[in-house]
């Protein structure tokens, strides 16, 4: 794509100006690690932190504050060599049976095949708002940047700060948008080889594990409360809408508002209303 580099930098110091610096970076001070005995491990001085899968047990964390609107970064570097099973999940959520959720999954692969990223959005507890992208780089290699920008607007889910989806909020015509339940962070890498690689025809191969995602430089931005008016109205430009056209031509490979045999009786509302899901 012509567009630079500098451009999407520059978009994201635009559209994003917004923000205000709320944590970064260390991930003793910024979260817990909830699950998987040692199999989840802070390193570096808090500055690296891993996950690891075997076939007794996966392992997860959770931040320890919550969040209300704001964007949150993580640079993960996934699971190399062949994956196929596995899913490295990192998303926001609150609790309870009505929860909200907005997540990033990465689907495990056949070494040499492409990572899938599966996007979802939960509003009161339902889901099914799912769109699935090829990643156009190996994520094994090195670390990339996963952001997710939330604020009453909408959702703008990104890769290395080029947005791949945006889900408005879309209230007005009867569409629950999350917006009123805090939400922590967390990730956590899974076995989920009944679905995750080619509808679970591919299983995971146990000889490979353990099988390690790695994390580093966690910001979250919390929404600066001066000027709320001016936050509330920002959308994309023309750069960041040529971006998620380029993402969703080229690199999309599933999106619900498509699948036309799950909703018989019509699309959902959302999907109607809006162009870029």
């Known amino acids: 794509m012509a567009t630079s580099w500098f451009s999407v930098l520059l978009l994201v110091s635009i559209v994003f100006s917004c923000f205000l610096a709320a944590s970064a970076g260390d991930f003793y001070q910024e979260f817990d690690l909830t699950w998987g005995d040692k199999r989840a ?9 891993t996950l690891s899968l075997d076939k007794a047990s996966g392992s997860g964390f959770r931040s320890k504050r919550e969040y209300v609107f704001g964007r949150i970064d993580m640079q993960i570097k996934l699971v190399s060599g ?30 040499g095949d492409p ?15 799912e769109q699935q992208f090829y990643l156009w780089f190996d994520p094994t290699k090195n670390f990339h940047t996963y952001s997710i ?37 967390y990730s956590s890498l899974w076995d989920a080889d009944e679905w995750a690689t080619r509808g679970g ?39 960041g809408r040529r971006w998620l056209r380029w993402a969703q031509k080229y690199h999309m490979v599933y999106n619900y508002c498509a699948d036309l045999k799950r909703f018989p009786h019509g699309r959902p509302l959302e999907c109607r209303r809006s162009r870029f899901l």
């Open 41 to 49: 491990e802070i390193l570096n001085g808090g500055r690296l932190l």
């Open 82 to 111: 062949n994956s196929a099973g596995t899913v490295t999940a990192f998303y926001l959520s609150s609790e309870g049976p009505n929860h909200d959720e907005i997540d990033f999954e990465f689907l495990g692969n056949l070494s």
């Open 115 to 129: 990572y899938i990223v599966h996007t979802n959005v939960y509003s009161q507890g339902k889901g099914d708002r």
């Open 149 to 185: 920008i939330w604020s009453p607007q909408g959702i703008t889910f990104m890769v290395d700060n080029i947005p791949i989806r945006v889900f408005n909020n879309e209230e007005s015509i009867g569409v629950p948008f999350p917006k009123n339940q805090p939400m922590k962070v």
């Open 201 to 239: 025809l591919v299983k995971t191969d146990w000889s490979k594990a353990p099988f390690k995602a790695y994390y580093r430089n966690f910001n979250a931005y919390s929404w600066n409360s001066v000027g709320t008016d001016v936050w509330r109205t920002r959308a994309l430009d023309a750069t």
